[in-house]
């Protein structure tokens, strides 16, 4: 059974700080990793992609990657209360392009 | 860039009527379409895959009767709930992807209550 685990929160973060969101994975096979957030009541939205190991940035947002370790993170600079959501991890092997998701991390950035 | 849309995105019916939900990709064509369903505070749940011109695969106790799938298009799939009933009421979500790309894009969801 391929798995992904989010812990999932409340995470409380202040406004300003560091979020560190954290996923692992079953799978050694996966070859692709998806970050998504989830408002309330709305449908997933993509943040960020990465596929090597390492860090890749993209404004606020910095995903590492791991996959000897089979984890992958999601950090969040200059936390903001509109960060607030659930965060969503996927893990896709590419072979059917299916995702596996986590359950999702609740975030509440506190102003 | 990516951009998928759902109508309706609110719908009410009546027990045992059936409804069609359509999923469309405007700027994309998808190869794949994603059906997903989502109740009040869980976690995503996938229905089924379905892929231009091919019979959708269903997951594990999701009724293909219940809940047909048509994919007719590169841009178009669409989900009909069958005789629906009270405990079909919920959040369905689907999400496309397009050729050579593992990335879901996922539309703005439909949610359904059954009367």
């Known amino acids: 059974q391929k798995e992904v685990e989010q812990n999932s929160g409340p995470l409380s973060v202040p406004e300003g700080a560091i979020a560190s969101l954290n996923c692992t994975y079953s799978?050694?096979?996966?070859?692709?990793f998806f970050w998504y957030r989830q408002y309330s009541g709305k449908s997933p939205e993509l943040i960020m992609s990465i596929y090597s190991n390492g860090d890749k940035e993209d404004g606020r947002f910095t995903a590492q990657l791991n996959k000897a370790s089979q984890y992958v993170s999601l950090l969040i600079r200059d936390s903001q209360p509109s960060d607030s959501a659930t965060y969503l991890c996927a893990v896709s092997e590419d072979s059917n392009y299916q995702l596996i998701w986590g359950a999702g991390t609740k975030l509440i950035i506190k102003p | 860039g990516a951009v998928v849309s759902q109508h309706p995105s609110r719908v009410i019916c009546k027990s045992g009527t059936s409804v069609k939900i359509e999923c469309r990709s405007l700027d994309f064509q998808a190869t794949t379409m994603f059906w997903y369903r989502q109740f009040p505070k869980q976690s995503l749940m996938l229905m089924a895959t379905s892929n231009e011109g091919s019979k959708a695969t269903y997951e594990q106790g999701v009724e293909k009767d219940k809940f047909l799938i048509n994919h007719a298009s590169l841009t178009l799939s669409t989900l009909t709930v069958t005789s629906a009933h009270p405990e079909d009421s919920s959040f369905y979500i689907c999400s496309a992807r397009g050729t050579s790309t593992n990335t879901q894009y996922f539309g703005p969801g439909t949610r359904l209550t059954v009367l």
């Open positions: 799978d050694r096979g996966s070859q692709s």
